[in-house]
């Protein structure tokens, strides 16, 4: 998810974190990590975050992906931690 470079980066961890412990894909005997990494795109720096998780099925690798995206999303707007307008 590409995020405005002066996002509060704990929050977006904390949602992030608390969305992959509660999936029903995600295997819990491994780490949960959110990472941050720098992008400029369009002459415009941006915060690539990026959850890191472990599936319980490897086959549900992909809905588990999608359904971060729409969760962590949805929780970055109605915290307020993001204005729609400003997503890349």
């Known amino acids: 998810i590409y995020l405005p470079i002066s996002i509060d980066t704990e929050g977006v961890r904390k949602i992030a974190t608390e969305a992959a412990q509660v999936s029903r894909f995600v295997y819990l005997n491994k780490p949960i990590t959110v990472l941050f990494f720098n ?24 809905i588990f992906k999608s359904d971060m995206t729409e969760i962590v999303m949805r929780e970055l707007i109605e915290n307020k931690l993001v204005d729609p307008k400003d997503l890349y």
């Open 39 to 62: 992008e400029v795109k369009e002459r415009r720096s941006y915060l690539k975050m990026r959850l890191k998780a472990y599936v319980s099925d490897i086959r549900n690798e992909f």
